[in-house]
């Protein structure tokens, strides 16, 4: 799709979805990195800078680069922005919970910052805009109720090679689009590294196997990538699916919320 195309999609998407839902506001949690630089920049082209809310929330151990390039991105919006440091809440789960465990407490990060976000949200009448692609949901590299809460995400259904030429697209700073891909959450860890694979890898083969419904041995052969790379990724996805999804209700009546009872966002407004 052309990338001017592209960009309209998804400004219409994030302003008619948010009128719809009655708001005129939108809040994004800006990392420094691409992903919600990206949707940072949609979001104030959708409902205006004036009606959108970057937020930073940065804890002691992220790098100064991520701060940096969270600001450079917000002076391109034009949009408002506020920097919460939230290395106190989480320093005092992690004293309370006797909390050593690196994931565990980069779970209580993402988590923390989103509850910044919806209170924030809930202050401006706003909604919270979702940053993940399309590669990190299929993979489930996200925190379940933290990274992966959101009301409307306008880049889930672009793979990370999407995102970057997107991102060239609008303007975002180069500084942004070339560092490697990282949730920052500890000094030196990247995304690629967590996940043990490349995004252009994981890109080719999540879009053969999902997207064209493509088998393995298929797959692996026309992309000329080892058969246990493309099932490990494979084994990711349906390990996963349980993120990707409302938790489940135990069925007992006749119409069940998710199950039977399923209605648009927008049902009878």
């Known amino acids: 799709m052309p990338l001017p195309t592209l960009e309209k999609l998804l400004v219409g998407f994030l302003r008619e979805e948010t009128a719809k839902a009655g708001f005129e506001r939108l809040v994004v949690g800006v990392s420094g990195g691409i ?32 701060v940096r390039d969270a600001r450079a991105v917000v002076e391109v919006a034009g949009c408002r922005s506020e920097l919460i440091d939230i290395s106190p809440m989480v320093d005092a789960f992690k004293e309370a919970a006797g909390c050593d465990d690196p994931l565990r407490a980069g779970n209580k990060m993402a988590r923390e910052r989103m509850t910044i976000l919806y209170d924030r949200a809930m202050r401006d009448r706003a909604l919270v805009c979702g940053t993940s692609n399309k590669t990190e949901l299929l993979l489930g590299y996200s925190t379940r109720w933290g990274d992966g809460a959101y009301d409307l995400n306008p880049l889930g259904d672009l793979y990370k090679a999407h995102v970057r030429t997107l991102a060239a697209h609008l303007g975002t700073p180069r500084e942004i689009i070339e560092k490697p891909p990282s949730a920052d959450l500890w000094p030196g860890q990247t995304d690629e ?15 053969r196997i999902v997207d064209q419904r493509g088998r393995v041995e298929t797959a692996a052969a ?35 919320v998710g199950i039977d009872f399923r209605f648009p966002r927008d049902w009878m407004s």
Do not use: H, W
Request: proline letters at 5%; hydrophobic letters at 45%; glycine letters at 4%.
């Open 35 to 66: 992903d919600s630089a990206v949707a940072l920049l949609l979001a104030a082209r959708a409902v205006g800078p004036e009606n959108t809310l970057a937020v930073l929330m940065p804890y002691r151990t992220s790098s100064a680069e991520s």
């Open 193 to 207: 590294a967590d996940l043990g694979l490349t995004y252009e890898q994981a890109d080719l083969v999540l879009f």
């Open 222 to 256: 026309e992309l000329g990538v080892p058969e246990e790379v493309v099932r490990r990724i494979l084994r990711r996805v349906v390990r996963t699916q349980f993120k990707r999804n409302l938790p489940l209700i135990c069925k007992v009546q006749a119409r069940t």
